[in-house]
Structure formats: C-alpha cells, structure tokens
C-alpha cells in the first residue's frame, strides 16, 4: 500500500469514528413521534441546506468528475439540471407536500389510494434506493481501489455498513448531522481541488488544451440529445424526490424549507465548477485512464502529496455517504414505515421505528449484494433505480395531488404495469445500461404505461363519479401541446429515433395529454359544490 493509500485508510477511519459519534449524539433528539422521520419538524434552512447539498451536489459532484473527464465543459449542463429541479422542488412543491404534512411518497399514494397502493408503492421504493446508493459508492470505491488496493466489492460493504451504524442509531437527526459535516470535508475537497489545478495544468495547461482538443470547450461536446435527457430525467424526478422531501419538510415551516432549498441551489454552484475544472485537469494529465474516476486520483498523486490527496478524496467520500445515507434512510422509511403499517395499520410509532431498523439492516445486506453482483457497473444501477420507482410511482403521485377522480383500482393497475414495462423493456435490452431496446430508454417506455394505465383504468371504472369540464385554458392549452409533439415525433422519427429522443419525445405528448385529461375529467363533487355556490347567491 502507497503513502497516500495510508493517509486515506487513517483519514477514513477517523471520520467513520467521527459519524458513528454523531448518530450516537443524535439519538439525544428524539424526543417525540415526529423525532425519528422527520426529526421533529424543527429544522433551520441551514440545516435543510446542507442535507440537500449533500444529497443532490455530492452525487452530482461525483457524476461530473467523471463526465467532464471525457467530456470537458459540456458536463455542466448535467450540474445546471440539478439546480432547476431544486428550484422547482423549492418553488412549487414544497408548500402543497407540506400542507399534507407527507413524509414520504409512497406514504401520499397510501393516504390516498389505501394500504394495498401504499404496501406495493413502498415496497417498490425501498428497494429502488439501495441501488442508488449502491452506484455512487461503486464510483467512489474505484478511487479507494487506486490507493489501497482495497476491492470494491469491500469498499461498497464498508460503505453499506457505515451507512447502517450511524442512521439506526438517531434517523433524520443523524442526517442532519452527518451532513453538515460533510459540507465541511465538501469545502476542503474544492479548495485542495483548485490548488491541485493551479499547480499543474493551470491556466497556461488549459489554454493548450483548447488549440489540441477544442471539443472540450464545446458546451454542446457530450451531445444534445444526452442534454436533453439530464433535463428530462430530473424533471420526472421532481415529484418523486421523495429522500429530498423527507429532509427538506423536516423543516419548522414550509418557508425554512424554501429557503433552504433555494440556498442549496446555489451551494451546488461550486461543485459543479470544482467537477468539471478537476475533470478536465486530470484528462490533460491522464488521458489514457481506463475512466475519470480512475485518473482523477493519478493525477493529483501526480501534484499533491499525500495527506492533502487524503484529504481531497475524504471529500469524495463525504460525497457518496452524502448521496447513500439519505437514499438508504429514505428507502428505509418506506419499507419499515409504509409497508409495515400497510399490513399492520394497528402498528404504533415506536413499532414503526423499530421496523425502520430492521429494514435499514434489510437494505444495508442489499446493498451489498447489488455490489457483489455488478460491482463495476453503477449506471446499470441507476438505470435499475430510476427503471422500477419512476415507471411504477410517477402517475398515482400525479393523481393523489390533482386529480381525485382516480380510483384504488385504478392505482393498482398503473403500479403493476408500470413497474412490469420498466422491467420489461429494460431486459428485451439485455440489461445494457447504456444501449437500450430500440434506442429508448426504459424508464420513458414504463412511465409512459404508468400514465396510460391509470387514465384508462380511471375512466373504465364505474366507480369513478366525474364529469366534464369542458371550459378549461390549461386543458386546451396541454392539448395542445400534446398534439404538436406527437406530430414532431411523427415528422421527425428518424432524426428522433437515431438521437435516442425518441421515447422522451412520447412520454412528453402523453404527458401533455394526461395534463388535458386531469383538467377536462373532474370529480363529480365539484358541479355540486358549484350548483350550492350558484344556489345561495
């Protein structure tokens, strides 16, 4: 093992000891039902700011390093994607979840639709997140491999395990935390990160990569229709969010939580320029890296001596722990939570919390088994991830915030075959994380069902009491909309098909017409309470 495998085995445990400590100090905090899920509902936008900027910018963080490696500035967009969906969520989100007091996702889709829709909707949730968590230590864990020689199979358990100590022990509290810990190794990481850069390449390093490979210095490098779907994809992911719901309604109103949100937004502005200047700084020192995740800790083996590089890639694992402790108590919460009231409604808070454990540990053990089993491949994860939750969730959550005419059976259906065409469509790929079947993506073929499914079921039900309202701008308006992206994917096909915009294009359209759909079909409650408005004037 090298000197600099030393600093970082030294520096790793110190700050293990440190967060197991903070999970200890934590469990002080607990002192009501709300203490565990939603610690209290009692934090400040500092605290909501630095949980979220460990969730979304320390994965981001990560994310960019490697892309900017091989794809130079144009990995900025992905950063930039981050940031609008955070503002949406602070702008249009937070203030309606936080009326209906939620804590999770799949808990809204119970409320609404019964213990069978929250029993499935968690379960399928839990078991998402792991994979999350299980794809940002993978790529951490290839730089730990560098300097150590430790596998990444190890890695990712020693990960996995850390996670489970220090959550089990104080819940929401041990986030709040651990996190703002991070957010100190997080400055540190970025200021040894410029000094790297000034040392070599520097300025002058820069400038002589731009008359070598301009490419890297092309907004546009990576491809516009991969842009295209970094927006797409974190566009979905705003109403389904649910790790940055959990933290971000702990807050004492939904005003602290706005602003804490907004405050992460621009926290991540660092993280993104840090990723892509230290992306690019190591494809100028080491262009023939297997991947950038790899040639990053070269390079500042390169430049830096070893405790400062302990250091630095301290960051990265405060990075990855920021990303996997939310996704793995989030995922928890739902299986302990949602899916153990489902089956046992009389169960009582401390039993809730006592199965959230349990279940922490069930999702641990799974995170280390999904490494075992594709320990080299985290976009396999990510595609697995967003695969099963979105394509399964994505419409009940739409209709349990605006459209009351949805029925049980209704939900169930679009959960089942949501999650089924996911599945599906992602092994007539055979499982490949990067070229998929007939060039569309399977999160947008199953999300795509999901919408369908739960407007037709909807409709056919003779339970469901609607009318039409046919006076509507925005239905008109989505209409509308609807209509004009399936001409362009009719009249555009090939160009669509070839970019791989294809499926995104479709689910837009359905998406534009559910809108119209949600809008025209309105619960039959509302003539009535029109008819008593008309009546007592």
Not at 185 to 212: C, K, Q, R, S
Request: with cysteine.
């Amino acid at each position: 093992m090298t000197a600099y495998g030393v600093w970082i085995i030294i520096l790793a445990i110190g700050y293990t000891t440190a967060l197991i400590i903070a999970g200890q100090i934590a469990k002080r905090r607990l002192t009501n039902k709300d203490s565990y899920f939603v610690g209290n509902r009692n934090f400040n936008k500092w605290i909501v700011a630095f949980c979220i900027t460990g969730l979304f910018s320390g994965s981001t963080y990560i994310s960019i390093l490697e892309l900017s490696y091989l794809s130079g500035i144009s990995a900025v967009w992905y950063g930039v994607a981050e940031m609008v969906q955070i503002f949406i969520i602070a702008f249009l989100i937070i203030q309606p979840f936080r009326k209906k007091m939620m804590v999770t996702v799949s808990g809204l889709i119970g409320d609404s639709y019964g213990r069978v829709a929250k029993g499935a909707a968690g379960a399928i949730t839990a078991f998402a997140f792991p994979m999350w968590s299980v794809a940002t230590a993978i790529a951490f864990a290839s730089a730990i491999h560098v300097f150590t020689g430790i596998s990444l199979s190890l890695s990712v358990a020693f990960t996995a395990i850390l996670l489970f100590i220090y959550l089990q022990a104080g819940g929401m509290w041990s986030l709040a935390f651990t996190q703002t810990m991070n957010m100190i190794l997080f400055g540190l990481m970025v200021i040894i990160g410029g000094i790297a850069f000034f040392i070599h390449p520097g300025i002058d390093g820069l400038a002589a990569l731009a008359e070598e490979r301009p490419a890297m210095f092309s907004f546009d490098n990576v491809g516009l229709q991969v842009i295209v779907v970094w927006f797409g994809t974190f566009l979905v992911n705003v109403i389904l969010a649910q790790a940055a719901f959990q933290m971000a309604l702990s807050s004492r109103t939904p005003e602290e939580g706005q602003k804490g949100l907004v405050m992460a937004g621009f926290m991540a502005i660092p993280f993104i320029a840090g990723g892509v200047l230290f992306g690019i700084s190591a494809s100028i020192m080491v262009p023939n890296a297997q991947t950038g995740l790899i040639a990053i800790p070269q390079y500042l083996m390169e430049v830096l001596p070893a405790p400062l590089v302990g250091l630095f890639f301290l960051g990265v694992w405060a990075c990855a722990l920021g990303w996997g402790g939310p996704c793995q108590f989030s995922g928890a919460t739902s299986l302990g939570r949602d899916v153990s009231s489902s089956i046992k409604p009389a169960a009582t808070e401390n039993q809730l919390i006592a199965y959230t454990k349990i279940s922490l540990l069930l999702l641990t053990v799974l995170m280390i088994v999904f490494g075992l089993m594709r320990t080299e491949q985290s976009a396999w994860w990510n595609v697995m991830a967003w695969t099963i939750r979105n394509s399964a969730t994505f419409a009940p959550v739409i209709a349990a915030l605006f459209w009351p005419v949805v029925t049980k059976r209704a939900v169930s259906i679009a959960l089942f075959s949501g999650f089924a065409s996911g599945l599906l469509w992602y092994y007539l790929g055979d499982w490949d994380p990067n070229a998929f079947f007939l060039n569309v993506h399977p999160v947008w073929i199953g999300s795509s069902v999901n919408v369908v499914s739960i407007t037709f079921a909807t409709l056919m039900d003779r339970k469901a009491d609607w009318f039409i309202q046919r006076a509507n701008r925005l239905a008109y308006t989505s209409l509308t909309g609807g209509l004009v992206l399936a001409f362009v994917n009719v009249v555009y096909f090939s160009q669509l098909y070839q970019s791989g915009l294809f499926g995104l294009f479709v689910f837009a359209a359905i998406l534009c017409f559910f809108i119209a759909v949600i809008r025209f079909v309105r619960p039959a409650k509302e003539t009535q309470d029109v008819g008593k408005t008309a009546a007592s004037l």
